[in-house]
């Protein structure tokens, strides 16, 4: 989770909301042991050493929570999202140093050991076994929401509920500052250089924005994003912004790059499903930015709240 970290948080004991913020990053800390793609001793990684040799590996609490939910994720989207996508996503970074497209037989022998039905849990002893050699899990996705919520809610048990914890612009927002409603978060436009328009008047929300915006290549005059579909194994080559809010900050991580995959029509209407959630999807077509939003969005981003406060 090599992201940025901010915290805001509001307490008058300035040593408790000093050790609440130690403790947060602590957890933070925690959870990039389990989840670091790129940390060969990470929890995952091990993980991931032990695919197709028909063991099966017992899980810390966070890695078990996490993978059940992506894969649930990874059904409900029959695949777009996909948590074992991390050999495909290999080859992009790799693409991303070198500016050169991999050759087609890279592609294909990468997506042969991608395929989250190639999961396999074992719920009574919390275990996971990993059927294909070279399978590789990539929380990339997901990791930060999980850890903002771990850390908001680290926050709250050493007394400071008024906070909000911005990793790589994903967001948790706790209690609202004092005084306040609700906390003002803008939503970035997705054409350089604009100024927001859309703005999110929430408290105890989770809210993840998924894009190219920071991490793409540029390979024969073509953008890709660090996004791709597992259909295919290509980036998405469409500069699309998606902001999602949810009751967490995990499910909001997860939905805002499976909508990223799944585009507007299919994903805006699958978001509708989940009770209190609610996205806002921005796609930059030459000069002009198409908008769509869910039902719920204008409701569930606090539109119609005082923007004083
Ligand atoms: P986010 O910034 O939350 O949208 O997550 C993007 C990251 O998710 C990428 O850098 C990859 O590590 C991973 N990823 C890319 N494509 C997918 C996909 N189709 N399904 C699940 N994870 C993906
Ligand atoms: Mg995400």
Redesign the pocket.
Known sequence: MAAPLRIICYHPDGVVADRAMARAIARIHQLNAVFN?YDPTSEVRRLCETAGTGKKVQVSDDLWRLLALSLKISEQTSG????T?GPI?RLWRRARMSREMPPAWRFDQARQAVGYQWVRLYPEERAVELLRSGMRL?F???A?GYAIDAALQVMREEGVPSALIDLGG?LGLGDPPPDRHHWTVAVAAVKPGEPPSYFVRRARCGV?T?GDRY?FVVIGGKRYS?????RTGVGLTDQSEVTVIAPNATLA?AL???V??LGPEKGLAWVETFPDTAALYLRLVGDHTEVHTSKRWKELSGETADAQL
């Open positions: 793609d777009a999202f996909d948590v996508i996503v990539d990339g996705a997901v930060k994903d993840a998924s991490r660090h996004i791709v579909d597992p991580d805002a790059t499976a990223s995959v």
